[in-house]
């Protein structure tokens, strides 16, 4: 919910009080992904062959050894490795690929079972523009590498999936390849298929990581005593972002049905004056969430339900801390902020995603890192957020839109958060009704796992299928 413009627009100071104060959230049906028939092999060779290295460069191919087509948005390989000290972070990169490095995806995670070999793992997976692979075809080359956030040197020599002496492509059954969520290639290091019960897919991982926050939210009102039992506020207190004087209205937050599904709607309402202005916002009331993943399904709009168009309006979906103090170092803030009418000095609709490391409100001075898209984001979105120990990422709709650096890792956990606002009255002169709708259909987060887009569609359907609206297994903190 930042209500700052990344590069140097005036913020309003949020306290605290004004962060806790409102909540909710809601359902629309994701299905999972349909198994493809067949198999997969994959090859593997090395370019850095040495026990150390600056970079580990592993690079594939991956093979359809089926019967039928495979949509390689479906496929996943996992690279297992030791990381050289607990508190190593680490960054992928792709050099060049047949298919394009557009189309190719890396992210880190954890085994469920460390062992002396592998206590992390690199996982490729491929957008929805890859393509698909037709029986007995493969990738072409992908010349991966990953390194140390901090460029020191790395030891292959004790990384599970390496081998300096493959510099040549050749099958490789040390790193593991997934089908729509099957194994079905490799052999991972003991105890940690990637289709074993502490998968990140799994709705029961046990304490240790994985612990999973999932709202459906069926609720029946803003009212309705399951929203304070589950963990949300909805927002009635004053203060900022937004208009001067506006109202934070928790009677705007309603749980309509939307193709069959319970949604929850922010809107936000005005007629010109800050006293006709009311926004929305829904915050958990804990702040226990920290590294992992974090998605939402979240429906933006470019025009009012109702009234003339034009207004400076927020629509979003972050994570955030207090400010402890004026340029304080252990503020983190992560955000979606979807502009449809533009503002902050953009003329037409924008979406930002934007990594804080600090702010002070006055004078304004900002530490972040963001990136943005002029484009319409009209329409229902899968926005997914990760944070590890290395970067943050950002996707949506299943593809990369952002990596920010790991100066903007956070130190403190962090609550979650919906909200709907003003930036100010500027958009238009109309002086009629208007108000605009933000939905949003479910909400998840994954306590120190990375998990993939395809991924989080795969748990959401989990719990949606076994007729789960609502779990919160994240311990306080």
């Not at 298929?193 to 999932?214: E, I, K, N, S, V």
């Not at 006293?275 to 929305?280: D, P």
């Amino acid at each position: 919910m930042s209500n700052r413009p990344p590069t140097g627009r005036r913020r309003v100071a949020l306290a605290l009080s004004a962060l806790l104060g409102g909540t909710a959230l809601v359902a629309v049906p994701m299905s999972a992904p349909a198994a493809a028939a067949g198999g997969l092999a994959v090859q593997y060779r090395t370019s850095a062959s040495g026990a150390t290295a600056d970079q580990s460069e592993p690079w594939f191919k991956v093979r359809n050894t089926g019967s039928a087509s495979v949509q390689l948005s479906q496929v996943r390989i996992r690279y297992y490795f030791k990381a050289d000290s607990a508190s190593a972070g680490y960054r992928f990169a792709c050099s060049w690929a047949v298919k394009g490095c557009a189309n190719v995806t890396g992210t880190f995670g954890t085994p469920a079972h460390p062992t002396a070999t592998a206590d992390r793992y690199l996982e490729i997976g491929f957008t929805s523009t890859a393509g698909a692979l037709a029986p007995g075809a493969d990738t072409g080359d992908m010349q991966l590498r990953f390194y140390q956030s901090s460029w020191q040197t790395l030891n292959q020599a004790d990384d599970y999936s390496f081998n300096g002496a493959q510099t040549s492509y050749a099958d490789w059954n040390k790193v593991t390849a997934q089908l729509a969520g099957t194994t079905v290639w490799g052999t991972a290091p003991a105890g940690n298929d990637p289709t074993d019960p502490t998968d990140p897919t799994d709705p029961t991982d046990p304490p240790g990581g994985g612990q999973a926050l999932f709202d459906d939210f069926t609720y029946a009102s803003y009212t309705d005593p399951a929203i304070s039992a589950h963990g949300w506020n909805v927002r009635s207190n004053s203060g900022g972002p937004g208009v001067p004087g506006a109202t934070w209205d928790p009677s705007k937050v309603t749980f309509p049905v939307v193709s069959g599904n319970k949604v929850m709607n922010l809107q936000t309402s005005t007629s010109g004056t800050a006293e006709s202005t009311r926004q929305t916002e829904v915050v958990s009331r804990s702040t226990k969430f920290k590294n992992g993943t974090y998605a939402a399904r979240v429906r933006f709009a470019d025009a009012p339900e109702s009234g003339p168009d034009g207004d400076h309006l927020v629509q979003t979906f972050f994570t955030i801390n207090d400010l402890t103090a004026p340029m304080a170092d252990d503020y983190a803030e992560y955000d979606f902020e979807y502009l449809p009418n533009g503002g902050w000095g953009e003329p037409g609709n924008i979406l930002y995603t934007t990594s804080w490391e600090t702010y002070n409100p006055d004078p304004w001075q900002a530490v972040n890192q963001h990136t943005e898209a002029r484009q319409s984001y009209a329409g229902w979105h899968d926005l997914v957020l990760t944070i590890d120990s290395g970067s943050i990422k950002y996707f949506i709709d299943g593809q990369l839109f952002g990596t920010h650096d790991a100066q903007y890792l956070p130190e403190r956990p962090m609550s979650i958060n919906f909200n709907q606002w003003l930036i100010d009255l500027a958009g238009q002169t109309a002086t009629g009704a208007r108000a605009y709708d933000e939905q949003v259909d479910y909400v998840l987060h994954v306590k120190d796992q990375v998990l993939t887009p395809a991924q989080v569609a795969a748990k959401v359907a989990v719990y949606r299928g076994a007729g789960t609206a609502f779990v919160d297994e994240v311990p306080a903190p």
